[in-house]
């Protein structure tokens, strides 16, 4: 049975929630997430939490709880703090800079590779560090995860693009002969 989803949702102070027929809907100033539940968990709103319930007794139903429970709390976190992740580039001439709507990175291939900065998220680039933040996790995550795709780092000396907090482990080198 899920203990995620046992637990109501504390909803921040200057966050509005209201439910849409299956829908549920938080704003903040002008910004507005919607998580469509098609129905696959109950939710009710009281005195500044929101409670999400079981519609049925099998394990799918038990799995919807938990995972819509979930989701609905990252939107309240990402509407009251937001999310971030942080990227560092190690190696000889690796650059990184924000040109407008786009992330242009020179990671040692033959050409500069041009990163489109996804909607509703910044992003800032200071000396070897890329900080990507925003309201919605998923988009984030992806974001950084994406980043990071264009030269992971690699065992020998550490060179590429890494989370802040990753911990490479290193390789030994060739041994001399014998």
Same mark, same amino acid.
């Given at each position: 049975?899920? +203990?995620?989803?046992?637990?109501?949702?504390?909803?921040?102070?200057?966050?509005?929630?209201?439910?849409?027929?299956?829908?549920?809907?938080?704003?903040? /100033?002008?910004?507005?997430?919607?998580?469509?539940?098609?129905?696959?968990?109950?939710?009710?709103?009281?005195?500044?939490?929101?409670?999400?319930?079981?519609?049925?007794?099998?394990?799918?139903?038990?799995?919807?709880?938990?995972?819509? +429970?979930?989701?609905?709390?990252?939107?309240?976190?990402?509407? /009251?703090?937001?999310?971030?992740?942080?990227?560092?580039? @190690?190696?000889?001439?690796?650059?990184?800079?924000?040109?407008?709507?786009?992330?242009?990175?020179?990671?040692?291939?033959?050409?500069?590779? @041009?990163?489109?900065?996804?909607?509703?998220?910044?992003?800032?680039?200071?000396?070897?560090?890329?900080?990507?933040?925003?309201? /919605?996790?998923?988009?984030?995550?992806?974001?950084?995860?994406?980043?990071?795709?264009? +030269?992971?780092?690699?065992?020998?000396?550490?060179?590429?693009?890494?989370?802040? /907090?990753?911990?490479?482990? +290193?390789?030994?080198?060739?041994?001399?002969?014998?």
């Amino acid at each position: 049975m899920s +203990r995620v989803g046992k637990q109501p949702v504390a909803i921040a102070k200057g966050i509005d929630v209201s439910v849409d027929g299956t829908a549920i809907v938080a704003k903040k /100033d002008k910004l507005e997430k919607r998580l469509e539940t098609h129905g696959r968990v109950g939710i009710e709103v009281k005195d500044n939490e929101v409670i999400f319930t079981k519609v049925g007794d099998d394990k799918e139903s038990a799995a919807f709880w938990g995972t819509y +429970r979930s989701l609905f709390n990252n939107i309240i976190i990402g509407l /009251d703090k937001g999310f971030s992740k942080s990227l560092e580039i @190690n190696g000889v001439g690796y650059r990184a800079a924000v040109q407008g709507k786009v992330l242009n990175l020179q990671l040692g291939h033959s050409h500069d590779i @041009n990163f489109n900065i996804p909607e509703g998220l910044d992003v800032k680039v200071e000396k070897n560090i890329i900080t990507i933040s925003g309201t /919605d996790k998923q988009v984030v995550g992806q974001a950084a995860a994406e980043i990071r795709e264009f +030269r992971p780092p690699e065992p020998y000396k550490g060179k590429g693009v890494k989370y802040t /907090d990753e911990v490479i482990i +290193r390789k030994a080198g060739k041994a001399a002969g014998k």
